[in-house]
């Protein structure tokens, strides 16, 4: 019960890693807030938790909505007491393919979701962090544009680079505090946005020849790194992009 006491918010808790990482920290004893903007997909997630026991609200929406961020913080703060953990893992791959191609449009749009999202979780994040006299707050990264260059791939690519200077920036600004910051890097994984882009046979076998263990991650695997990064056990780690990339950085 790594957990116990602690309110976590997971947004894109409607699939693949963030679903698996709610539930995790529910059976590790944390009362959650979960988001996503697909509604049914996130109260059958809130109803497995509570299924198991746990304590959840979920709240429909979209990251790139301000209000809709705010009342995240809003819901943890009134229903649970305050705010101990944030998972800050919605994102969205944008647009793919030659970077001559991509709309100004569809750029912004996905550095929106990937980067400006994280800025404005953490805007009101952090008050309510601080306030409990520190906690943790986590934002999903990734291997593409960090180890492994992807062609077709920029607009992702630079938004998820962009969420590792904020890292730096929020650690040293708030550590004083007691507020932990660090970014989560998972390799391949095995959800939808991993399946779009393992496509097939043959796209599944380049993406998994690039992990040193030949294989996807579940999203479970990569819940038991947020565990680590939002619990005790990472209790001196800040600032920092923590790998679960089965060994992709390693192998060229
Ligand atoms: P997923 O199963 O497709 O889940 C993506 C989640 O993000 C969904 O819950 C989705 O909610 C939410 N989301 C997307 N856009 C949103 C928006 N504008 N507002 C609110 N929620 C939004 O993909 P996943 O693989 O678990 O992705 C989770 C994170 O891991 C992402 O940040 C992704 O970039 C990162 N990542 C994934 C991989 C991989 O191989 N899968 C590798 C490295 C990093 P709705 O569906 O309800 O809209």
Not at 71 to 77: F, H, I, K, P, R
Request: glycine share 14%.
């Amino acid at each position: 019960m790594l957990l116990q006491d602690r309110v976590a918010l997971v947004t894109g808790a409607s699939s693949g890693i963030g679903r698996a990482t709610a539930k995790l920290f529910a059976r590790h004893g944390a009362r959650l807030v979960v988001a996503g903007r697909d509604e049914a997909r996130l109260s059958s997630v809130a109803a497995s938790i509570e299924a198991e026991g746990g304590q959840v609200l979920a709240l429909a929406g979209d990251v790139r909505d301000e209000g809709h961020v705010r009342a995240l913080v809003d819901t943890a703060v009134d229903a649970f007491g305050g705010l101990d953990i944030a998972f800050n893992n919605a994102g969205a791959l944008g647009p793919m393919g030659p970077t001559p191609s991509v709309s100004r449009e569809d750029w912004g749009d996905a550095l929106d979701v990937n980067l400006t999202a994280a800025f404005l979780g953490a805007k009101h994040q952090l008050p309510a962090l601080v306030t409990r006299g520190g906690g943790s707050l986590i934002f999903t990264g990734t291997f593409v544009g960090h180890t492994v260059g992807f062609p077709g791939m920029a607009a992702y690519a630079a938004g998820k680079a962009g969420l590792l200077g904020l890292v730096k920036a929020l650690a040293a600004e708030f550590g004083g505090q007691g507020v932990r910051v660090n970014a989560l890097l998972p390799g391949g994984t095995d959800t939808p946005m991993g399946r779009s882009v393992a496509n097939g046979p043959e796209a599944l076998a380049q993406v998994t020849q690039l992990h040193a263990l030949q294989r996807l991650a579940s999203p479970e695997e990569i819940a038991g790194s947020a565990l680590y990064l939002a619990s005790d056990l990472a209790a001196f780690t800040t600032g920092t992009a923590v790998l679960a990339d089965g060994g992709v950085s390693i192998k060229r």
